[in-house]
């Protein structure tokens, strides 16, 4: 550092002397050293300092501050701050870290804004995310486990959720305490080392007195499993929330594709509308992976393995704009399966994600996608539970089978000819932003917040003397 400032030095220096052969003359008595000690620091060209503070990184150019008035104001500059935060953050994750510390910061409930929003001081937060110890992320969907770190880029390792854990009839606590056992476990780690994010299923999906007690059930024996394997603090919330939030969101329609049913959640503010309604499909993955196992048995096509079919599903399945379009067009794909045997498939490529808009083709009498969340936006229109109808015009989709190439498209053509047109303006819907791995990385984003963990957490004796904590789920 003390090289960059002695050549900077002499820079301005010339800069600042040679103009004047008197003034020069005049000051030849004054060494720079004595000059800098007038002030002389404070000639220095804005643009030069600033590339110097971004060489000597964060902690040398803290203590540059310290030099002189001017200078302490460039170093506290956003501009600068945010170019250190950018090297320390995903390039595409970027926009994600100024909504989360933009949005989520405080807590919940969530903090809202009238009109702009509030200008973020980049210098305190680079501070404060130094110091966050991160967190064990847990995301526990309906189908399976995803787990890792939240200062790593995806999730470390994958697992059978806990609905899988032990016998269906054995004691709640008992198949939790085995779960997270095996999770912690698999992450070569103590619990007790950092605080955990958990993403739940959501679940219980009524707003009776009964559903509200099941969940409170399933949320006290989780917080108490964890904290007697002496986790410091837990955030639990659940996994459409957190979808929604890792599409830069905090109030929207969250269609969730689950294991064994598809769930579309409307969120306000980040939390749940359980009183306007959480509509529920009994078609999940599951279901189209085994109608499109059935499909290929019909053409003569068998896997022993249900996960081949499903590996089949992700490879090359999508869906259609126009089914009956798409009918008549070549749509033949190959594949190769375990056994380097060559399947070619076609017209089963589309007929799959087609029973989640007709649900009769595969037999099945519930209600199809586009009918779910239509009506799921009419009872939110209903409800007019702000000044604001387009909160509920956001549709992010979530789960693994929502990755089906076209989803999304089709979604929002058949949303569009079902709805009225005071509805149906303004609707967009959102793929999974970031796969598979959604909620996942929807918990990644709390678990990073430079407040963290502070106002998202539960600790131990928060839990002991606060038996009905709410949450968002």
């Not at 701050?81 to 405080?106: A, C, D, G, N």
């Amino acid at each position: 550092m003390t090289t960059l400032i002695r050549k900077a030095w002499e820079l301005v220096s010339s800069r600042t002397f040679s103009s004047s052969e008197s003034t020069s003359s005049s000051s030849s008595s004054s060494s720079p050293s004595a000059t800098a000690g007038s002030g002389a620091f404070n000639r220095l060209p804005t643009d030069l300092m600033m590339k110097i503070v971004r060489l000597v990184g964060p902690k040398e150019a803290a203590k540059l501050s310290v030099v002189c008035r001017a200078w302490r104001c460039v170093v506290s500059e956003n501009e600068l701050w945010i170019f250190f935060l950018q090297k320390q953050e995903e390039e595409t994750y970027w926009e994600s870290f100024v909504f989360s510390e933009t949005h989520l910061r405080f807590g919940y409930p969530l903090q809202t804004f009238s009109g702009e929003s509030p200008q973020l001081s980049y210098m305190g937060i680079y501070s404060q995310r130094v110091q966050v110890p991160g967190s064990a992320i847990i995301d526990g969907g309906s189908g399976y486990c995803k787990f890792g770190w939240s200062k790593y880029a995806c999730p470390s390792g994958r697992s059978a959720t806990f609905l899988e854990f032990g016998n269906v009839e054995s004691p709640m606590y008992s198949r939790l305490h085995h779960f997270f056992g095996t999770i912690y476990s698999r992450m070569q780690v103590k619990p007790s080392s950092q605080p955990v994010v958990l993403s739940i299923p959501i679940c219980h999906y009524d707003d009776t007195e009964s559903a509200k007690a099941s969940r409170r059930q399933l949320k006290e024996a989780m917080y108490r499993v964890l904290f007697d394997m002496n986790v410091p603090a837990v955030c639990a919330i659940n996994q459409a929330t957190l979808a929604l939030y890792a599409a830069r969101k905090t109030s929207g329609i969250v269609v969730n594709i689950g294991f064994q049913v598809t769930s579309i959640v409307p969120i306000l503010n980040g939390k749940v509308m359980r009183k306007v309604g959480v509509e529920v499909m009994g078609l999940g993955a599951l279901k189209l992976t085994g109608f499109l196992r059935e499909l290929l048995h019909r053409n003569n096509i068998n896997f022993d393995s249900l996960y081949t079919v499903r590996t089949v599903k992700e490879k090359l399945c999508y869906v259609a704009e126009d089914y009956e379009a798409e009918l008549s067009k070549n749509t033949q794909a190959s594949f190769v399966s375990g056994g380097e045997e060559c399947f070619t498939v076609s017209k089963e490529r589309f007929q799959t994600g087609e029973i989640l808009f007709q649900p009769q083709l595969a037999g099945l009498g519930t209600r199809s996608l586009h009918q779910a969340v239509a009506l799921c936006m009419e009872h939110c229109h209903s409800a007019e539970l702000t000044g604001d109808n387009a909160w509920f015009k956001t549709v992010v989709l979530s789960g693994g089978t929502a990755c089906l190439p076209g989803l999304a498209g089709r979604l929002e053509k058949e949303l569009h000819g079902v709805l009225p047109p005071y509805l149906s303006d303004g609707i967009t819907v959102i793929p999974p932003p970031y796969g598979a791995d959604t909620a996942w990385f929807g918990a990644k984003i709390i678990g990073n917040l430079s407040t963290f963990p502070g106002p998202w957490c539960v600790t131990k004796k928060q839990f002991r003397y606060k038996s009905r904590i709410k949450l968002m789920w």
